[in-house]
């Protein structure tokens, strides 16, 4: 009997816990699926709208200066202005993330367009986060700083629980407000003009223009109402928990995506349910398993949920949202080389070979920085062949390089458990670097398993969650992995008279990579799967009527690209000695698309020096304007005002980069609007309904 009540408080107590963290969660998913509603594309931006609203949220607190010793009426009003503040500060995000990522490239026939708008911006979103003003931050990635800004208890926490069951304040309240905003926003789309105009808009858009509706203020409507849900839902957060950080934003994305598949992408009501739904299952893994399981969890939920049921489990009926959003789509990013592009690529390969005399003639000593940037080149050229070749968007693609410097550390390096076990000449770094690659191949291949059943946007999100799912797993494995602390004493290749140690050689190693990976991709594009990777990507259905096998085709180009990502992140291994889950975070996903993306208009020789462009302001432009600010701040006595590292603005940098290479080619893509009607939306006006007709 004993037994059985503990075991009920226990339930009650986890479903508790769960439901406070589900409110939060599910706020953003009615706010995701609205947006989503309105523009028929994802919006990657979602959960950093959420983290810079937190941010802005906790420093607006502080500003306040209100303490626990603040009288309660005073902590209260604190606490619905910064909700207040955190709904306008949300619609404003997410208002210019419409503006900027999908009304200009509306009319475009590549779908995945605002999608990488999306994620340039979720980019610049995250800069501006970490940049906000805050206390000592702690390190994130790669001497990047994320802010941990704290709130004071606004809402003290008085028990109210029973029997043993923990039930504060705080979760009444965070439970009251996301009802009643829900509920709130329930009634605006059931009884409200602006209700109307969305639902008509997300059921049939041409019909609802031709009764006269306005799709681009009913698109603006939708972001600004998902927006000002996200900073409510921030506000709530940042005052439940007593903090703000920037590492919640891809997490909370993708957490907010996941419940908006599971109710059916498009459907408020479902998106709310699943919402709580997963903070109960979030609540029972955290508690079964551990806290750091639960993120992953989540994301194969996603996986599984985007692969065998797109439209949601709580969703029913043909002709769904989600079948439209799984819908073919072009990348825009050129694939195959041009008439003359062979040559280029020999003149690149002469002045890579020729760059090491021209450094110590020039005294540069830069040949240990350049070796990172042929390795990017590498990688830039294998994502390529998924990216420009096949027409899928991996937002992952920094899991294989992790995969690669993984296994050829586990197989190589002298503090790896694995090495005990495996005979001398198993243990050599020359044999390590293939099978990194056939290793990392093979999770393309079932990394792309999903790419048989979605498409677009989908698989988009599918290999984010593997990008996501990859650095996890390896930080929670210590036995093998040694966890966040990484692996040490990883050899490196021998090649010619060098020690591996030695700059030279990392450089040779690294052109001599390159350029076959460069060659190969060469001769893929013009032989025959380079055909049929551009048929599928062109056209699916015609190119499976003219004999082209599209799943095959799919799943070749995913592990291909995978291997060449495996490759390079052995060599990488190698060259560095030791390799961290941090090294292989969302950043160098982004880094690598931005390249290919820069440079993919121009073919292969152009990813080559698109990624040579990111190389080189991320080795070496970076650390030449921080020592320009530095000694002119020290010159003109405002060393204070001048002494912050731009390496932190690589987010906005790299944000900034990839929105504005898709900007023209997405801006040639689209049908160009008569004059007239691109001054309607500008002033929210609309055309005269006829005589007779109504208008929502």
């Not at 000002?228 to 703000?244: N, T, V």
């Not at 073919?603 to 530095?630: E, K, Q, T």
Request: hydrophobic share 55%; aromatic share 8%; glycine share 12%.
């Amino acid at each position: 009997m004993f037994c059985h009540d503990a075991c009920g408080t226990l339930v009650l107590q986890l479903l508790l816990y769960g439901l406070a963290n589900g409110a939060v969660i599910a706020l953003n998913a009615v706010g995701f699926t609205l947006a989503y509603a309105a523009a028929r594309q994802i919006n990657l931006a979602h959960g950093n709208v959420f983290v810079l609203t937190s941010v802005v949220v906790a420093a607006l607190a502080r500003l306040l200066g209100v303490t626990a010793a603040t009288p309660l009426g005073e902590r209260i009003g604190a606490l619905l202005l910064l909700c207040l503040v955190g709904a306008l500060c949300g619609a404003l995000l997410n208002g210019l993330v419409e503006r900027l990522a999908f009304r200009p490239f509306r009319g475009s026939r590549d779908r995945l367009v605002p999608l990488i708008a999306t994620v340039a911006l979720s980019m610049v979103l995250l800069g501006l986060a970490v940049h906000w003003p805050r206390p000592p931050a702690r390190p994130y990635h790669q001497g990047v700083d994320l802010p941990m800004l704290a709130l004071p208890d606004l809402i003290p926490a008085v028990e109210l629980g029973w029997g043993g069951v923990s039930f504060t304040t705080k979760d009444a309240m965070v439970l009251l407000l996301s009802a009643l905003v829900t509920a709130g926003v329930a009634a605006l789309l059931a009884r409200t003009r602006v209700g109307r105009l969305l639902r008509a808009i997300s059921q049939d858009g041409e019909l609802a223009a031709l009764c006269g509706a306005n799709p681009d203020r009913a698109q603006l409507l939708a972001f600004a109402l998902a927006g000002a849900l996200a900073g409510f839902g921030a506000a709530i957060f940042s005052a439940y928990y007593g903090l703000a950080s920037s590492d919640y934003g891809l997490r909370s994305g993708l957490a907010t995506i996941t419940a908006a598949v599971l109710g059916g992408v498009g459907d408020p009501r479902g998106a709310l349910l699943s919402g709580l739904a997963i903070g109960v299952f979030s609540s029972l893994s955290d508690y079964l398993l551990t806290a750091h399981w639960t993120p992953v969890l989540v994301l194969i939920l996603l996986i599984l949920l985007l692969a065998l049921a797109p439209t949601g489990l709580l969703r029913s009926g043909a002709g769904s949202e989600g079948e439209d959003l799984a819908s073919s789509a072009q990348v825009a990013v050129a694939g195959g080389s041009r008439a003359g592009s062979r040559w280029l690529l020999v003149g690149l390969g002469a002045l890579g070979a020729a760059y090491p005399l021209l450094d110590a003639l020039l005294g540069w000593h830069r040949l240990y920085s350049a070796a990172p940037a042929l390795l990017l080149v590498t990688l830039a050229v294998g994502l390529s062949v998924v990216v420009g070749f096949a027409g899928l968007l991996d937002l992952g693609y920094a899991a294989f390089f992790a995969i690669g410097g993984y296994t050829a550390a586990l197989l190589t390096a002298s503090g790896s458990r694995l090495v005990e076990l495996l005979p001398a000449l198993a243990r050599e770094p020359w044999l390590a670097i293939p099978l990194a690659g056939v290793m990392a191949a093979g999770f393309g291949v079932l990394f792309g398993l999903p790419s048989l059943r979605t498409r677009g946007e989908y698989l988009a999100i599918v290999t984010l969650a593997f990008g996501e799912i990859v650095p996890t797993v390896i930080r929670q494995t210590p036995d093998w992995t040694n966890g966040p602390r990484g692996i040490s004493g990883i050899p490196g290749l021998h090649l010619g008279p060098w020690a591996p140690s030695s700059p030279l050689h990392a450089y040779l190693v690294a052109l001599a990579l390159a350029i076959v990976a460069c060659l190969v991709a060469a001769r893929l594009a013009e032989a025959r799967i380079g055909r049929a990777w551009a048929a599928v990507r062109d056209d699916e259905i015609a190119a499976s009527a003219a004999g082209v096998n599209p799943p095959r085709a799919k799943l070749l180009a995913f592990a291909i690209g995978a291997g060449y990502a495996g490759v390079a992140g052995a060599i990488y291994a190698g060259m560095v000695s030791h390799i961290e889950p941090e090294q292989f975070d969302f950043t160098l996903s982004i880094m690598v698309l931005a390249a290919v993306v820069i440079g993919g208009r121009w073919g292969l020789p152009g990813v080559v020096l698109g990624a040579l462009a990111v190389a080189g302001y991320d080795r070496l432009l970076v650390s030449a304007l921080n020592g320009a600010l530095h000694s002119l701040g020290a010159t003109l006595g405002l060393a204070g005002l001048l002494a912050a590292d731009l390496r932190e603005d690589n987010f906005l940098v790299f944000g900034l980069a990839l929105y504005l290479a898709i900007l023209p080619r997405a801006r040639r893509g689209a049908a160009a609007p008569r004059p007239l009607a691109r001054l309607l939306p500008r002033w929210g006006l609309r055309p005269s309904p006829a005589p007779g007709q109504r208008t929502l």
